[in-house]
């Protein structure tokens, strides 16, 4: 069974950096096939994509979050990682990592990142 587990930071200053990590166990981020996803909710909205980092390491992006973030990941650690810079109050939210692989859909237990001064 895979499970993925989220950390960072609960609070972030406006237009500093975000950076989470979304711990993977019991199934590998380079699984072929597999895809590695961060997605967040803001309070009262609906979820949103906000990328993915595929098996090979490729990543795409949501057109509207393109420039202001990465996501990367380190193999040996098994872990994949989000990073958003430039942050504004309506970034708070909970953010989730969501990975497909092993013909399964998971999703961890979600972060609550509030963007406050």
């Known amino acids: 069974q895979v499970q993925l587990q989220e950390s960072g930071p609960g609070l972030v200053k406006p237009s500093q950096t975000l950076s989470l990590t979304c711990t993977v166990s019991?199934?590998?981020?380079?699984?072929?096939?597999?895809?590695w996803s961060w997605i967040r909710q803001p309070p009262g909205k609906e979820l949103e994509w906000m990328g993915v980092i595929g098996d090979d390491g490729r990543t795409w992006y949501s057109p509207s979050l393109k420039s202001r973030t990465s996501i990367t990941r380190d193999n040996a650690k098994n872990t994949v990682y989000l990073q958003m810079n430039s942050l504004k109050p309506e970034d708070t939210a909970v953010y989730y990592c969501?990975?497909?692989?092993?013909?399964?859909?998971?999703w961890g237990q979600g972060t609550q990142v509030t963007v406050s001064s």
């Open positions: 969501y990975a497909r692989v092993l013909g399964g859909d998971y």
């Open positions: 019991g199934g590998s981020i380079t699984t072929s096939y597999s895809a």
